[in-house]
């Protein structure tokens, strides 16, 4: 009996281990999600890369790791939600190295988040500027127009957060939504989907910040976001909304000092392809 209690309570040890470093686990994932639209002209699928809330991480010497993997994913096109840098840091080695590599691969458009509004607008460093010289399409409360594979897209950039979205966002986006082209919408907050971009006509919308909430919870989502509280309504992954779609990314790092819990850094790929046959 003795050595059989000894022997459950090793077992037992181990799988909480092997739980353990599973459920914590910071390594990388890459996923893949799908959308489908009349828009898109032809049978070839435009590949997008999604990447969200980096906060000065880096995966690999120079964020090599992260490159290779993007590269070996052969995107048409790369977006960025916001939060790459951090606030309290003005060192910008790291992202303007980041996205001088990404644009070698795909055209690169970037919709700051809260943490590059803070040095850009608190700080006043010219992180645009400078991400512009690095061949960064920089999106504030603007579009740009690019073919890729005979569709047209018009990509366009919300930095507003919620509370300020009559002010600073609503004027564009009334602009933006008149348009025929497939529009593929970065702004980096989710919450403007609960009310002010809840009806707007987005085909896709690309989000991150809530960083997948934290801990994942099977089944249910993410756990908490300080914007929201608990069980934030969009935390991670496609959701369909009356006149379009939103994609929240769940971010590759985190700035807080609390652990992802069954939450890897996630870099997303997004196929956008021709609507099904019915």
Do not use: W
């Not at 700051?112 to 803070?118: A, F, I, K, R, Y």
């Not at 127009?145 to 047209?152: C, F, L, M, P």
């Not at 609503?170 to 082209?181: A, H, L, Q, T």
């Not at 994942?216 to 969009?234: A, C, E, N, Q, S």
Request: charged residues 25%; proline residues 4%; negative net charge.
């Amino acid at each position: 009996m003795h050595k059989r209690k000894i022997f459950l309570g090793v077992v037992l040890i181990v799988v909480l281990v092997f739980c353990g470093r599973y459920l914590l686990s910071d390594e990388m994932e890459t996923n893949f999600y799908h959308l489908y639209s009349s828009k898109v002209k032809g049978t070839q699928n435009t590949r997008v890369v999604v990447l969200a809330d980096l906060h000065n991480r880096e995966f690999g010497s120079g964020n090599k790791n992260l490159v290779d993997q993007i590269k070996a994913l052969s995107p048409d096109l790369i977006a960025i939600a916001g939060d790459m840098v951090n606030a309290d840091d003005d060192n910008l080695g790291i992202i303007l190295s980041l996205c001088e590599k990404l644009a070698e691969i795909a055209p690169v458009y970037y919709s700051p988040g809260n943490h590059e509004s803070h040095l850009l607008y608190e700080k006043n460093i010219p992180l645009e500027e400078k991400l512009n010289e690095k061949g960064v399409h920089v999106l504030v409360n603007r579009a740009e127009s690019v073919e890729i594979h005979k569709t047209h897209f018009l990509v366009g950039g919300l930095t507003t957060a919620p509370e300020g979205y009559l002010e600073y966002g609503e004027e564009f986006i009334k602009e933006y939504e008149k348009s025929d082209e497939f529009k593929l919408l970065i702004s980096h907050y989710p919450g403007l989907y609960y009310e002010a971009l809840a009806d707007t006509k987005i085909d896709l919308g690309i989000c991150g910040h809530y960083h997948g909430g934290v801990v994942r919870i099977p089944g249910i989502g993410g756990l908490y976001h300080g914007d929201t509280g608990f069980l934030p309504k969009y935390s991670g992954g496609m959701y369909d909304l009356s006149s379009g779609t939103i994609f929240v990314s769940r971010g590759l790092g985190g700035h807080s000092g609390f652990p992802r819990v069954n939450n890897r850094p996630e870099l997303a790929v997004i196929d956008i392809n021709t609507r099904k046959e019915k």
